[in-house]
Every structure is written in C-alpha cells, then in structure tokens.
C-alpha cells in the first residue's frame, strides 16, 4: 500500500516521505519477527498484536494521503 500524492508534490517530498514509510514498515516488520520467535508468546497474542502493527501502519499511510491530497501547494 502506497500514499497517494498531491500531483503538484515535489519529488523530493515524495522521496523523504517514502523512505519514512519504508523505515517504519521495516521497524513493525523487526517487532512482528520478534513476536513471532518469541516463546512466551501464543498464536491469539501473537495476531492480535500482529494485526494491531499492520493497523497502525496503514493508518499512518491514510493520513499522508488524506494530508497530501487535501493541501494545496504553493
């Protein structure tokens, strides 16, 4: 899932914002392998939490969205 832009957004703008998407996809990528190895940790937990990060993900791409779609540019 990618952000869509305002078409008058700078390629720049875009460049930063996706290598932000990447880093924090990577993170809750880190954190949903480590839930996974963990051994204290069961298959209900392990989803719900999994579930939670991807929630949390594609909400921060929603609001870029909503963000760079709604503003108008100078």
């Given amino acids: ?8 957004t700078s390629e720049e703008r875009k460049a930063v ?3 932000h998407l ?4 990577e993170a809750i990528d ?3 392998r480590c839930l996974a ?3 204290e940790i069961d298959i209900e937990t392990f989803h719900e ?8 993900h594609r909400r921060l ?4 969205t909503l963000n760079e779609t709604t ?4």
């Fill in 37 to 39: 190895e963990h051994p």
């Fill in 49 to 56: 939490r999994f579930n939670k990060l991807e929630r949390k």
């Fill in 22 to 25: 990447k880093e924090h996809r």
């Fill in 30 to 32: 880190n954190v949903q």
């Fill in 1 to 8: 899932m990618r952000p869509i832009f305002n078409p008058e």
């Fill in 61 to 64: 791409i929603a609001l870029i």
């Fill in 71 to 74: 503003k108008k540019s100078n």
């Fill in 17 to 19: 914002i996706l290598n």
